[in-house]
């Protein structure tokens, strides 16, 4: 009896897709004439990415501006929790033991 695979869904398609790209994406930089041909892409597609972030930018900044200062207290509040200075003496001070033993035997 044959093995059954289900379909993929379209993110499944769609994660596949970006990874193929991304792996690929270092090997079609090192084709000959890759530069002159992305550069060609860039002027062609850049004025529309342009307006579609500029659509976008204005809200994402007032979401970012209204978020900030609870973020940042939050952040505050988690580093004064943490006892980051007392960690990195221990490690500094392990790390050092270490060397020692190393360097007698």
């Known amino acids: 009896m044959p ?3 289900p379909k993929a869904r379209r993110s499944e ?6 990874a193929g790209v991304a792996g690929f994406a270092p090997f079609y930089m090192m084709l000959p004439g890759a530069e002159e041909r992305m550069a060609s892409q ?4 850049a004025p529309r990415w342009e307006r579609n972030i500029s659509y976008f930018a204005p809200p ?3 979401i970012a501006q209204r978020v900030e200062p ?3 207290k939050t952040v505050k509040r988690i ?7 007392k960690m990195a003496k221990n490690m500094d001070r392990r790390i050092k033991y270490g060397i020692d033993k190393m360097s007698k035997h």
């Not at 580093?79 to 200075?85: G, H």
């Open 70 to 72: 609870r973020v940042e």
């Open 60 to 62: 994402a900044q007032r």
């Open 13 to 18: 398609v769609a994660t596949f897709g970006l």
């Open 3 to 5: 093995i059954r695979i």
């Open 42 to 45: 860039t002027a062609r597609w």
């Open 79 to 85: 580093d004064d929790r943490l006892p980051l200075e």
